[in-house]
């Protein structure tokens, strides 16, 4: 192969070959033609080879040149997909995850806790609560936020991961200034002084602070200031007198050579080994124990492995310039706008053409800052053509945006000649998936989102009263909740706050169309759609509902939520039972030839509780319709058949007013509950065992009830009118 110093910026496995397509790039072994012709431009590849050895560097060179502990942690702000998430667990990288997003995306990937470490300068109370339950390491970037955690780890105590505390060290990297951020007056970090101070709020609480962190910027070359930096963390870590086992990490930034003028690049060896010997040298000097030594790299895995793929559309010359109009740009990658990044490429058939003259790359985009690269020598080429940039793999996806309404590029994953689609392209659809038309107008936008979350047994769908352009009929309900022709629930819960309340406000439907007044799973999946839209923190908040108000409050990031259900009231004009005004404690109703004794209670809805020696699904099938519509019952009610196990634990069939048999219950789960504990036969925390899983019911005196239990997200996505088409046309 001739070699062109281009070429030696593009992944490993890059060949200049003859192919079905002449004579062109492969990568990995794959066409890029073919690729290009069948996925689409603009097109991003990462080659799995290219990704791997950067990780391998970084092994080899610890393990050559630092004699103690020593890990990787990657920065997945440089590029974090589900795909690359799991090939970071091929190799037991950390991952750095900044804002409750990129957590999203680790933990879809199954990255372990204690791999999953957290930064940020500003982080969310959502951020803080969901790192506690699912990071392993949170990295403190300044004092209020310790206040914040150190408040929730009292009320979570167990659990709470290792913090770190960041440094800024006051040195700058030559880079470009948006990338600097250990200097002096960086927003990142805290001071040496607040370092100390943020140390000793740690011992005092008794939170786990075990390392110290800096991060000087990104892109840099020339790794000498990381030596001030080094230095004066270990100053800090002797006055702290950190053990044995406390971690120093240097955060990443190493630089990568982006055009073949930045060539010959210092290498990721060199930078390691400069790094770890000014660490083993200062631990010595100072005579303090070695850390653990985590490097923090984004880019510099990888950059490389990644190559942009763009079709040429248009040529044209200005009195000065050769412009090449490509189909991408600033969307896709804004870096040359940001940052004034010198990027390089080549034509994908016949890439070693001798250049022509200077030539100016740049994209479709409305803005003349959307140039791809200045004054690059070039070959002459034709409209049409597919143009390569290397070193596309960070930085670029990560910072994309829907400028000019452009659609996000399709990845793929480039690994032994096959290609996997990692991410699809957006779709001009997706566009619009979170917009909403102005009140009253008349367009045909005609679908409206929904969120499904499963709490225990019982799913729910969310949707915003406002996205509706009439209320839902019951029909339509029905037709939303049918698991068949619909899309399968439990029921709906339709979201009426207004903004200006402090209070939240939810109606709950059966799937049958009835209204409930209350429905203890649909608070707790209301409670969570509200955390998921960051309309609530960490503090407990009000919903309003037909049967009454409660308090729900969100923890371990979103998976529980404790729901403050109102008493529980034995009243019987509250269900309303028919007769004279009393508890209706143990009565007696004969059905079908059957005596059942029964108690009735409300917990802003109407239950009736059987007692049974024995339960089973059949019984509650059989006895639930009858009993919901017993004369007796004016408003119907549900009907629970209980059989007291111990004093903590009760086991539950449920039969439910409006939909029939089901496998949990929130509120069912309160009433059964407050008769088993009304009846002397259980204390006063209670676990409910139901087909559909457990609840936590604790009841206080005066029978206030609180309700704890897991809530999970199913799927959101739009619900279309069609789905009404054929009930509509019978009106
Ligand atoms: N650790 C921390 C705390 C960071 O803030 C960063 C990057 C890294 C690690 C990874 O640095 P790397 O090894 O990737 O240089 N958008 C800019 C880069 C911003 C970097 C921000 N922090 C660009 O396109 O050049």
Redesign the pocket.
């Given at each position: 192969m001739k070699t062109s110093p281009r070429i030696q910026l593009f992944p490993h496995t890059t060949r200049n070959k003859t192919t079905r397509s002449g004579n062109q790039l492969t990568i990995a072994g794959c066409d890029l033609t073919e690729l290009a012709d069948q996925y689409g431009t603009p097109l991003y590849v990462y080659d799995a080879a290219t990704l791997n050895a950067a990780v391998q560097s970084y092994q080899l060179a610890l393990t050559q040149f630092y004699p103690g502990h020593a890990g990787i942690t990657y920065?997945g702000?440089?590029f974090l997909s589900l795909a690359i998430a799991q090939w970071t667990q091929r190799h037991n990288l950390w991952v750095?995850c900044t804002g409750l997003g990129e957590l999203r995306i680790a933990a879809a990937a199954a990255v372990p806790k204690e791999r999953t470490l957290i930064?940020g300068v500003n982080k969310s109370p959502q951020v803080l609560s969901t790192g506690i339950s699912q990071a392993g390491t949170i990295v403190v970037d300044n004092l209020t936020e310790l206040e914040r955690l150190k408040t929730l780890a009292q009320s979570n105590p167990t659990n709470i991961p290792d913090i770190w505390l960041r440094f800024r060290p006051g040195a700058a990297v030559e880079t470009h200034a948006h990338?600097q951020?250990g200097q002096h007056d960086s927003k990142f970090g805290m001071s040496g002084q607040e370092i100390v101070q943020a140390a000793h709020i740690c011992r005092a609480n008794k939170l786990p602070f075990n390392g110290l962190h800096f991060?000087l910027g990104?892109?840099f070359h020339i790794p000498d200031p990381i030596e001030h930096a080094i230095r004066r963390t270990l100053d800090l870590a002797e006055e702290l007198q950190m053990g044995a086992d406390w971690t120093l990490c240097l955060?990443?930034?190493?630089g990568v050579p982006y055009h073949e003028d930045d060539l010959p690049h210092a290498s990721i060896e060199d930078f390691v080994h400069f790094s770890a010997g000014i660490v083993v040298d200062g631990c010595t000097q100072r005579g303090i124990p070695l850390p653990r030594l985590q490097l923090?790299?984004?880019?510099?895995l990888v950059a490389q492995a990644g190559v942009a793929i763009y079709r040429t559309g248009t040529i044209k010359h200005t009195p000065e310039r050769r412009w090449i109009l490509l189909d991408g740009g600033l969307a896709d990658n804004p870096?040359f706008a940001?940052?004034q990044?010198r990027y390089s490429a080549l034509p994908i058939v016949e890439p070693l053409r001798p250049n022509a003259d200077s030539a100016w790359l740049a994209g479709p985009f409305c803005e003349s800052g959307d140039v791809l690269i200045e004054a690059l020598p070039f070959p002459e080429i034709d409209p049409g053509e597919l143009i390569a940039i290397p070193v596309s793999g960070?930085?670029q996806l990560s910072?994309a945006s829907n400028y000019n309404g452009a659609t996000r590029p399709a990845v793929l994953w480039l690994e032994d000649g096959q290609a996997t689609v990692i991410r699809n392209r957006e779709s001009p659809d997706d566009l619009i998936r979170h917009d909403k038309p102005l009140p009253n107008s008349s367009t045909n936008f005609s679908s409206v989102l929904f969120h499904k979350f499963h709490g225990l047994g019982n799913d729910y769908i969310v949707v915003r009263e406002d996205d509706l352009e009439t209320p839902f009929t019951p029909a339509q309900i029905q037709q939303i909740c049918d698991r068949q022709y619909g899309f399968g629930s439990d029921g709906i819960a339709l979201d009426c706050s207004k903004p200006k309340d402090d209070f939240f406000t939810v109606r709950f439907f059966n799937p049958d169309g009835s209204e409930a007044e209350k429905s203890g799973n649909g608070l707790r999946i209301f409670a969570r759609y509200l955390w998921d839209a960051e309309r609530v923190g960490l503090e407990a908040f009000q919903i309003m509902t037909p049967g009454g108000e409660v308090r729900a409050l969100v923890h371990q990031g979103g998976e529980s939520v404790t729901i403050e259900m109102g008493k529980a009231d034995f009243d019987s004009r509250q269900i309303p039972t028919e007769g004279a005004h009393r508890e209706s404690i143990n009565e007696m109703m004969l059905i079908d030839g059957q005596e059942l004794t029964y108690c009735v209670v409300s917990m802003g809805n109407p239950h009736c509780v059987v007692l049974c020696d024995e339960i089973s699904v059949e019984d509650a099938k059989k006895w639930g319709p009858l009993i919901e519509k017993e004369a007796r019952f004016p408003n119907r009610t549900n009907v629970q058949f209980l059989k007291v196990i111990d004093r903590d634990n009760i086991q539950i069939e449920i039969w439910e007013r409006g939909a029939g048999y089901t496998l949990a219950s929130g509120s069912s789960s309160c009433a059964a509950a407050a008769v088993a504990h009304r009846l002397g036969l259980c204390d006063g925390d209670i676990t409910v065992h139901m087909p559909g899983g457990e609840l936590e019911i604790s009841i206080g005196e005066n029978f206030d009830i609180n309700m704890a239990g897991p809530v999970a997200k199913v799927w959101q996505g739009n619900i279309s009118e069609e789905v009404f088409d054929d009930l509509t046309t019978d009106k």
């Amino acid at each position: 192969m001739k070699t062109s110093p281009r070429i030696q910026l593009f992944p490993h496995t890059t060949r200049n070959k003859t192919t079905r397509s002449g004579n062109q790039l492969t990568i990995a072994g794959c066409d890029l033609t073919e690729l290009a012709d069948q996925y689409g431009t603009p097109l991003y590849v990462y080659d799995a080879a290219t990704l791997n050895a950067a990780v391998q560097s970084y092994q080899l060179a610890l393990t050559q040149f630092y004699p103690g502990h020593a890990g990787i942690t990657y920065a997945g702000k440089a590029f974090l997909s589900l795909a690359i998430a799991q090939w970071t667990q091929r190799h037991n990288l950390w991952v750095d995850c900044t804002g409750l997003g990129e957590l999203r995306i680790a933990a879809a990937a199954a990255v372990p806790k204690e791999r999953t470490l957290i930064h940020g300068v500003n982080k969310s109370p959502q951020v803080l609560s969901t790192g506690i339950s699912q990071a392993g390491t949170i990295v403190v970037d300044n004092l209020t936020e310790l206040e914040r955690l150190k408040t929730l780890a009292q009320s979570n105590p167990t659990n709470i991961p290792d913090i770190w505390l960041r440094f800024r060290p006051g040195a700058a990297v030559e880079t470009h200034a948006h990338i600097q951020t250990g200097q002096h007056d960086s927003k990142f970090g805290m001071s040496g002084q607040e370092i100390v101070q943020a140390a000793h709020i740690c011992r005092a609480n008794k939170l786990p602070f075990n390392g110290l962190h800096f991060h000087l910027g990104s892109q840099f070359h020339i790794p000498d200031p990381i030596e001030h930096a080094i230095r004066r963390t270990l100053d800090l870590a002797e006055e702290l007198q950190m053990g044995a086992d406390w971690t120093l990490c240097l955060g990443g930034g190493w630089g990568v050579p982006y055009h073949e003028d930045d060539l010959p690049h210092a290498s990721i060896e060199d930078f390691v080994h400069f790094s770890a010997g000014i660490v083993v040298d200062g631990c010595t000097q100072r005579g303090i124990p070695l850390p653990r030594l985590q490097l923090e790299p984004g880019r510099s895995l990888v950059a490389q492995a990644g190559v942009a793929i763009y079709r040429t559309g248009t040529i044209k010359h200005t009195p000065e310039r050769r412009w090449i109009l490509l189909d991408g740009g600033l969307a896709d990658n804004p870096r040359f706008a940001l940052y004034q990044a010198r990027y390089s490429a080549l034509p994908i058939v016949e890439p070693l053409r001798p250049n022509a003259d200077s030539a100016w790359l740049a994209g479709p985009f409305c803005e003349s800052g959307d140039v791809l690269i200045e004054a690059l020598p070039f070959p002459e080429i034709d409209p049409g053509e597919l143009i390569a940039i290397p070193v596309s793999g960070a930085y670029q996806l990560s910072m994309a945006s829907n400028y000019n309404g452009a659609t996000r590029p399709a990845v793929l994953w480039l690994e032994d000649g096959q290609a996997t689609v990692i991410r699809n392209r957006e779709s001009p659809d997706d566009l619009i998936r979170h917009d909403k038309p102005l009140p009253n107008s008349s367009t045909n936008f005609s679908s409206v989102l929904f969120h499904k979350f499963h709490g225990l047994g019982n799913d729910y769908i969310v949707v915003r009263e406002d996205d509706l352009e009439t209320p839902f009929t019951p029909a339509q309900i029905q037709q939303i909740c049918d698991r068949q022709y619909g899309f399968g629930s439990d029921g709906i819960a339709l979201d009426c706050s207004k903004p200006k309340d402090d209070f939240f406000t939810v109606r709950f439907f059966n799937p049958d169309g009835s209204e409930a007044e209350k429905s203890g799973n649909g608070l707790r999946i209301f409670a969570r759609y509200l955390w998921d839209a960051e309309r609530v923190g960490l503090e407990a908040f009000q919903i309003m509902t037909p049967g009454g108000e409660v308090r729900a409050l969100v923890h371990q990031g979103g998976e529980s939520v404790t729901i403050e259900m109102g008493k529980a009231d034995f009243d019987s004009r509250q269900i309303p039972t028919e007769g004279a005004h009393r508890e209706s404690i143990n009565e007696m109703m004969l059905i079908d030839g059957q005596e059942l004794t029964y108690c009735v209670v409300s917990m802003g809805n109407p239950h009736c509780v059987v007692l049974c020696d024995e339960i089973s699904v059949e019984d509650a099938k059989k006895w639930g319709p009858l009993i919901e519509k017993e004369a007796r019952f004016p408003n119907r009610t549900n009907v629970q058949f209980l059989k007291v196990i111990d004093r903590d634990n009760i086991q539950i069939e449920i039969w439910e007013r409006g939909a029939g048999y089901t496998l949990a219950s929130g509120s069912s789960s309160c009433a059964a509950a407050a008769v088993a504990h009304r009846l002397g036969l259980c204390d006063g925390d209670i676990t409910v065992h139901m087909p559909g899983g457990e609840l936590e019911i604790s009841i206080g005196e005066n029978f206030d009830i609180n309700m704890a239990g897991p809530v999970a997200k199913v799927w959101q996505g739009n619900i279309s009118e069609e789905v009404f088409d054929d009930l509509t046309t019978d009106k």
